[in-house]
């Protein structure tokens, strides 16, 4: 089984940053995809950035050039550097590990991003 911990998540103002940080534990093979999701009330749950483990890269179009996603392999941790946040970035943020075969994923309990003055 794999477990996944986040950590970083709070308050912070509009055009702040905060940068969220995921650890994963158990039994952890090398070829997959780790990555960050959020859901804001309301709305399904949504990609923000994923990271394959030889360094390809996916965001969404609406966090390009404010997140940034990074990736210790042998730490089997993931992070999520946002900038410039706005009001629309306030969702819980869930980290996710993919394996693409067999195909399964894990996902973290959640952490709370809130945007607001």
């Known amino acids: 089984q794999v477990q996944l911990v986040e950590s970083g998540g709070g308050l912070v103002q509009p055009g702040g940053s905060l940068r969220l940080s995921c650890a994963a534990s158990g039994s952890i093979f090398s070829i997959n995809v780790m990555g960050w999701y959020r859901q804001a009330p309301g709305k399904q749950r949504e990609l923000v950035a994923t990271?394959?483990?030889?360094?390809?890269?996916n965001y969404a179009t609406s966090v390009k050039g404010r997140f940034t996603i990074s990736r210790d392999n042998a730490k089997n941790t993931v992070s999520l550097q946002m900038n410039s946040l706005n009001p629309e970035d306030t969702a819980v943020y869930y980290c996710?590990?993919?394996?693409?075969?067999?195909?399964?994923?894990?996902w973290g309990q959640g952490t709370q991003v809130t945007v607001s003055s």
């Open positions: 996710n590990l993919h394996y693409p075969s067999p195909r399964s994923d894990y």
């Open positions: 990271l394959t483990g030889n360094g390809f890269t």
